[in-house]
Nanobody
Framework: QLQLVESGGGLVQAGGSLRLSCAAS????????TGWFRQAPGKEREFVAV????????RYADSVTGRFTMSRDNAKNTLYLQMNGLKPEDTAVYYC???????????????????WGQGTQVTVSS
């Protein structure tokens, strides 16, 4: 069973940066499309970024394009989300997730991701 554990969240001022990590265990991440999602209080979980199995392809939500960068290190079985230029509206619990669907499916719905971490809180103050 694939298990995911996020870390790196915290409190940061607007304009600051954070780097989230997601460590996998139980199975190799290299065969999974992986993504980051976030959920703010009272809102639905939303897509943030996704990366292909090799790391060669990424997609981002419009709201984070140009500010966030997702990467992966399959040798370390770890995902990353570098977040720059943070805004108060980025405040949420951030989750990493893994999907067995192929990257070309273009399905970034949370329902497409079978494995989830427990989440890490990111709070951006104004």
């Amino acid at each position: 069973q694939l298990q995911l554990v996020e870390s790196g969240g915290g409190l940061v001022q607007a304009g600051g940066s954070l780097r989230l990590s997601c460590a996998a265990s139980g199975r190799s991440l290299s065969t999974y499309v992986t993504g980051w999602f976030r959920q703010a209080p009272g809102k639905e979980r939303e897509f943030v970024a996704v990366i292909s199995q090799s790391g060669g392809n990424t997609r981002y939500a419009d709201s984070v394009t140009g500010r966030f960068t997702m990467s992966r290190d399959n040798a370390k079985n770890t995902l990353y989300l570098q977040m720059n230029g943070l805004k108060p509206e980025d405040t949420a619990v951030y989750y990493c997730a893994a999907s067995a669907l192929p990257f070309y499916s273009g399905n970034w719905s949370p329902r497409a991701f079978a494995y989830w971490g427990q989440g890490t809180q990111v709070t951006v103050s104004s």
